[in-house]
């Protein structure tokens, strides 16, 4: 069975930092692209941050409204993905959503992020 579980969201205030975690069991990790997206109410889900996977060398793109703020980085022995978020904003208020893509795609559950004074 195939599970991403997210942790590390909650109440920050602007310009704080959190990371989130998501760990993956069931697949061939190191095998995945991994990407973070997020979904904030009324809107559509985007696309935050992406690394590829080990064989492709762990390359990493990101949003434009996240550059320079948030790093994505992956951990294959612990089967681990994590998103970095410094200099948090209001508008980065919104549930966070762990993909895995290969042949087959899985999401997490997601975790909340709020960004709040």
């Known amino acids: 069975q195939v599970q991403l579980v997210e942790s590390g969201g909650g109440f920050v205030r602007p310009g704080g930092s959190l990371r989130l975690s998501c760990a993956a069991s069931?697949?061939?990790?190191?095998?995945?692209?991994m990407r973070w997206y997020r979904q904030a109410p009324g809107k559509q889900r985007e696309l935050v941050a992406t690394i590829a996977s080990g064989a492709s060398g762990g390359s990493t793109n990101y949003a434009d409204s996240v550059k320079g703020r948030f790093t994505i980085s992956r951990d294959n022995a612990k089967n681990t993905v994590y998103l970095q978020m410094n200099s948090l904003k209001p508008e980065d208020t919104a549930v966070y959503y762990c993909n895995a893509m290969s042949a087959r795609e899985f999401w997490g559950q997601g975790t909340q992020v709020t960004v709040s004074s």
């Open positions: 069931g697949i061939i990790y190191s095998f995945y692209t």
